[in-house]
């Protein structure tokens, strides 16, 4: 599995462990929901800061969503 993949499908299981829905990260973020759609599918790249925010928020390292490390 690609990076990209593996972001899209570690944001998909967190998103769903907060039992939160596309649309609320997607605001969240300041974007569509079919953008974020896009990221959980593995389809686009994210800019860092997106990244950082996406970490801080499911306080996970960037490494974790990345599938650089298993520890979150």
Same mark, same amino acid.
């Given at each position: 599995?690609?990076? #990209? !993949?593996?972001?899209? @499908?570690?944001? +998909?299981?967190? +998103?769903?462990? !907060?039992?939160?829905?596309?649309?609320?990260? =997607? @605001?969240? #973020?300041?974007?569509?929901? =079919?953008? $974020?759609?896009?990221?959980? !599918?593995? !389809?686009?790249?994210?800019? %860092?800061?997106? #990244?950082?925010?996406? =970490?801080? $928020?499911? @306080?996970?390292? %960037?490494? $974790? &969503? &990345?599938? +650089?490390?298993?520890? +979150?």
């Amino acid at each position: 599995m690609g990076p #990209l !993949k593996i972001l899209g @499908e570690r944001l +998909r299981l967190l +998103r769903m462990e !907060k039992r939160m829905r596309q649309v609320d990260i =997607a @605001e969240l #973020l300041g974007i569509t929901q =079919a953008h $974020y759609q896009r990221i959980e !599918k593995g !389809k686009i790249n994210i800019p %860092t800061l997106t #990244l950082c925010i996406l =970490a801080d $928020y499911f @306080e996970v390292s %960037t490494d $974790y &969503l &990345l599938g +650089r490390s298993e520890e +979150r």
